[in-house]
């Protein structure tokens, strides 16, 4: 039987790094086993905040990649101030952190690139994509956000090719997401983006989100929308998945780890606190405690924790490939995950926490009450889920774990994680687009 085709248009893709990556990646490693041929759209010359040439090996090598030109602002805008590679990556300096530059740039960012910086990438892509679709005889599309601009290409075809099945992904919302609130908009922008938003929403056959607060989100404003989570591919792992044995960590160290980016607006200063205490009170815990960076830890907050009595226990291994982060997660005995603190980002699910997930690691998460997170972790046992105010009880979820590792029992048990991988998500995938 003849595959169907699907183009993807994302502007994240190997070489560039980080869990958003990874997403149309996997699916277009696994879409060809469902019956589609997916074919991918993307800049020829991007400006990315994070690479990683590891995840160039997940490309299939009969996948067809189509490219064209994109002009962005962020390399004028990063000779101007330096922190502008943060907001590339929907990052910013908070609070005192802020300085002047950082202020203006901001400013600039959400009032006069709507929805954002790639949107003049939109244009040339519709036009090109017009005849490209007719060319090929493809009906099916895919836009993947942010950058929120790829929906906006989504949505000029729609209007030209009617017949067009569109499919708009977001993998994080649009004016939902956190940092929304810091982009210093004017009235009139913010009505802009909103009515974008709200447009996206109501001409997408589909529209698609990683959770299922964010899912029900986007049906309370018209989408057609359903909730496929991102997940963990098993064939990453260099050593085997969820095993049931006892570990007293392979360093010989009690190790408590956070792996990726970590911004100021996600910061769990309770959690520093904590083992801040914990080091200078317990001298069994200090004896044998470590605290591991693997990614882009924003400096305030390094600076912040090295100031402490954690300073003595801290590894930092900076920005590692995928492959190598998967290994640190795997030599670690507690994984920490971070959300934004406000009730409006209960629904984002980060997408190392699958990853997470198919270790068998214990889990620690930082975000609002009654999170997709949560639910997640109550379902698998994998963890416990904070808020950002808790301490006492974080401190005996530490303790208690500790105690479990010195006897070399703290069991990597997590369960009900099979319908998490990628494979069996692409499946869920390749039944929604069948959806007339």
């Not at 997940?58 to 994109?70: M, R, S």
């Not at 908009?185 to 938003?197: F, P, V």
């Not at 980016?261 to 069994?284: G, S």
Request: charged content about 25%.
């Amino acid at each position: 039987m003849e595959q169907k085709k699907i183009l993807i248009i994302t502007y994240y893709w190997p070489p560039a790094g980080g869990p958003g990556v990874q997403r149309w990646l996997k699916f277009a490693k696994y879409l060809p086993d469902f019956g589609w041929k997916p074919v991918i759209y993307t800049p020829e010359n991007p400006s990315y905040p994070l690479l990683d040439e590891s995840l160039l090996k997940d490309i299939p090598g009969d996948l067809e990649i189509v490219k064209t030109n994109i002009w962005e602002p962020y390399q004028l805008a990063e000779k101007l101030n330096k922190s502008n590679k943060k907001f590339k990556a929907g990052q910013f300096d908070v609070g005192s952190n802020q300085s002047w530059k950082s202020k203006l740039s901001i400013w600039v960012r959400g009032n006069f690139f709507i929805p954002d910086a790639r949107v003049f990438w939109v244009k040339p892509s519709v036009k090109f994509l017009e005849q490209y679709l007719k060319e090929h005889k493809i009906d099916t599309v895919v836009t993947s956000g942010p950058p929120h601009s790829m929906h906006l290409v989504g949505l000029n075809l729609k209007k030209k090719l009617p017949h067009l099945k569109w499919i708009a992904d977001f993998r994080d919302p649009w004016t939902e997401i956190s940092y929304y609130k810091h982009l210093k908009l004017t009235k009139s922008s913010d009505r802009k983006h909103r009515l974008l938003e709200n447009t996206v929403f109501n001409n997408a056959d589909i529209t698609l989100a990683t959770s299922y607060t964010d899912a029900e989100n986007f049906r309370s404003h018209g989408a057609n929308a359903f909730c496929i989570t991102n997940g963990f591919d098993e064939t990453d792992a260099s050593a085997p998945l969820h095993m049931t044995t006892g570990t007293t960590g392979q360093s010989g160290k009690f190790t408590l780890s956070y792996i990726g980016v970590l911004e100021q607006l996600r910061n769990p200063e309770n959690l520093w606190k904590v083992l801040d205490d914990l080091v200078q009170t317990d001298t069994d815990f200090a004896e044998h405690f470590t605290l591991k960076f693997a990614g882009r830890i924003d400096d305030k907050i390094l600076q912040s924790i090295e100031n402490s009595g954690i300073k003595n226990h801290i590894l930092n291994l900076g920005y590692l490939s995928h492959d190598k982060a998967i290994e640190e997660m795997q030599q670690s005995d507690i994984l920490l995950i971070t959300n934004f603190p406000n009730e409006s980002s209960k629904g984002i699910i980060p997408g190392k926490i699958f990853e997470y997930l198919a270790t068998g690691k214990q889990i620690i998460s930082f975000g609002p009450a009654e999170a997709d997170v949560s639910r997640i972790l109550d379902e698998t046992g994998a963890g416990k889920h904070f808020s950002y105010t808790d301490s006492e009880s974080v401190k005996h979820f530490i303790l208690e774990k500790f105690g479990l590792w010195k006897k070399g029992l703290l069991l990597e048990n997590a369960q009900n994680i099979e319908q998490f991988s990628r494979k069996n998500l692409t499946k869920k995938l390749a039944e929604i687009l069948e959806f007339k």
